[in-house]
């Protein structure tokens, strides 16, 4: 969902949103098929060739886009490792980031993931607060009281945190965006399609082995 903006998501994570920019902007490569971030970005694992995707619940886009991402992601190569990141970019974002990240440490992402996304554009159910989305997980089995205690928790609060400090020093403006081993940063737009930008991933992971 393109030109969203930082919008902050209330007192809890106001100071995330006061830190510095990065000090460069990122520059153009290749014909703007992705951007080279610098500085780089640190990555969770640096033995690993990191593919970290930013998403919302609430986009079409990015619904538009798990098949794509999740086919490849069933095959990658087993030097890479897939990791999704859901920043609230805009204030109304905050109860999905924080349900992703309930269900992160609650171990029920797999159960939780795709029947979300599902009732959300498929259903067109209006999940929207932690409550409608608590009682969801409970339909599916996961105990809706710790959901919507986690959700509430200071762990899921550090970690929208760290997501949007991560967001904002990448330049991160829009979902769904790729970045690549924390140096290359593309969106399906920018790369001129879903198929379009699987290829350049598997493209610039390549890159990343060779310099490696």
Request: contains cysteine.
């Amino acid at each position: 969902m393109n030109k969203r903006q930082f919008l902050g998501t209330g007192l809890k994570v106001a100071t995330a949103l006061s830190l510095p920019m990065a000090a460069t902007a990122p520059a153009l490569a290749q014909a703007e098929r992705y951007l080279v971030l610098q500085p780089p970005q640190a990555t969770a694992n640096p033995d690993k060739i990191e593919v970290l995707e930013y998403f919302w619940f609430g986009c079409p886009h990015c619904f538009a886009f798990e098949p794509a991402i999740n086919e490849w992601a069933a095959s990658k190569p087993d030097d890479v490792d897939f990791v999704r990141h859901a920043p609230p970019l805009n204030r109304s974002w905050t109860p999905h980031s924080e349900a992703y990240y309930a269900a992160e440490l609650m171990g029920v992402t797999e159960k939780f993931f795709e029947p979300l996304f599902n009732a959300i554009h498929r259903e067109r159910r209006p999940l929207r607060d932690r409550k409608s989305i608590s009682k969801f997980a409970g339909e599916l089995g996961i105990d809706a009281d710790k959901m919507e205690e986690t959700m509430e928790s200071f762990a899921v609060n550090a970690e929208i945190r760290k997501t949007m400090r991560t967001a904002q020093e990448s330049r991160v403006n829009a979902v769904p965006t790729v970045v690549v081993n924390g140096k290359y940063l593309s969106t399906v737009s920018m790369a001129g399609g879903h198929a379009q930008i699987i290829d350049l991933i598997n493209e610039l992971v390549e890159k990343e082995r060779e310099t490696a």
